[in-house]
């Protein structure tokens, strides 16, 4: 159902281009919004509609955004992923949401899941007037994801990573079998990365390679600790892009953090089938206790 669903541009700061976003405004009564984002390389139209309208239905308003130089917002070059830019299109996206008629800028809560799922742990240490967090098979430890790519295609990576910084233009393709030069490439990866992806959209699959050279130094779940909002972690048992075991130690350490296993589920099949709608249930039910639409 996307009846409801307004297409809209977020102001970023400096004057630079615009976010590109949906905002699905409540119809209830409730002050209380939701803002998503994607992963590495995703975009809004890679089944966050499935949560956005999910969150809408029980009463929220949300909003949901693309990053920079990423899907429907402009920039260049195109896919890039750059942790301290997205970082700062997430306050933009904040300080929208906050100032939107009909919402409580002290009920806002975040919704972040694989890259993002990193970006909003971060955000909630930071932002002590986040309400609630949930961050699904996050991206907690650049260490521990870097070594999932396997050996083989590592030179590869670091090779045009090193180009991409120096030169430009040089990219590497974002999902890949394994031993490709990819930047997620486990053996399941082909198989259930595609559904998210609907048919006929020009997805981007390759993104500007220098991001190689930069993850390894990024672990926002060292910010777990600092997160003083509740926190729900929803942790993937078989995720073979965002290892769980890094996940749950950092989970451990927040003050209001929430674990939920999903076993048998891999990194990209929280986002549609069983898996989503067994998820689905249980966020609404973290934010029925800690952002309640009646706010």
Not at 55 to 71: E, I, L
Not at 98 to 113: I, M, S
Request: net charge neutral; glycine share 10%.
């Amino acid at each position: 159902m996307t009846s409801n669903r307004i297409n809209i541009q977020i102001p970023t700061s400096h004057g630079q281009a615009p976010l590109s976003s949906w905002l699905y405004p409540s119809t209830s009564k409730s002050k209380s919004a939701i803002i998503l984002a994607h992963g590495l390389g995703g975009t809004k139209e890679l089944k966050l509609s499935n949560y956005a309208t999910s969150f809408h239905k029980a009463g929220y308003t949300c909003v949901v955004f693309d990053y920079r130089c990423n899907g429907e917002t402009a920039g260049h070059p195109r896919g890039l992923v750059d942790w301290k830019m997205q970082q700062e299109d997430w306050k933009s996206a904040i300080a929208y949401t906050r100032q939107l008629e009909g919402v409580d800028g002290d009920c806002v809560a975040l919704f972040g899941t694989s890259f993002s799922g990193g970006h909003v742990i971060q955000l909630a240490a930071e932002d002590h007037h986040i309400r609630a967090v949930i961050s699904q098979c996050p991206f907690t430890d650049g260490v521990r994801s870097s070594m999932c790519v396997g050996l083989r295609a590592l030179p590869g990576l670091v090779w045009a990573a090193m180009k991409d910084t120096l030169f430009g233009d040089t990219t590497v393709k974002l999902v890949g079998a394994p031993g490709e030069v990819a930047l997620m490439n486990a053996p399941d990866v082909l198989k259930t990365f595609p559904p998210l992806v609907p048919d006929g959209y020009a997805f981007q699959e390759d993104v500007p390679a220098r991001l190689v050279m930069r993850l390894p130094f990024l672990r926002p779940g060292s910010y777990a600790s600092k997160v003083q909002c509740p926190i729900l972690f929803g942790v993937c048992g078989r995720d073979s892009v965002a290892p769980p075991g890094p996940t749950i130690s950092y989970a451990k350490s927040a003050p209001k953090g929430v674990i939920k296993m999903h076993d048998d589920v891999g990194h990209f099949e929280i986002y549609y089938g069983e898996a989503f709608e067994k998820a689905i249930r249980e966020y609404l039910k973290f934010l029925q206790t800690n952002l309640p639409i009646d706010v």
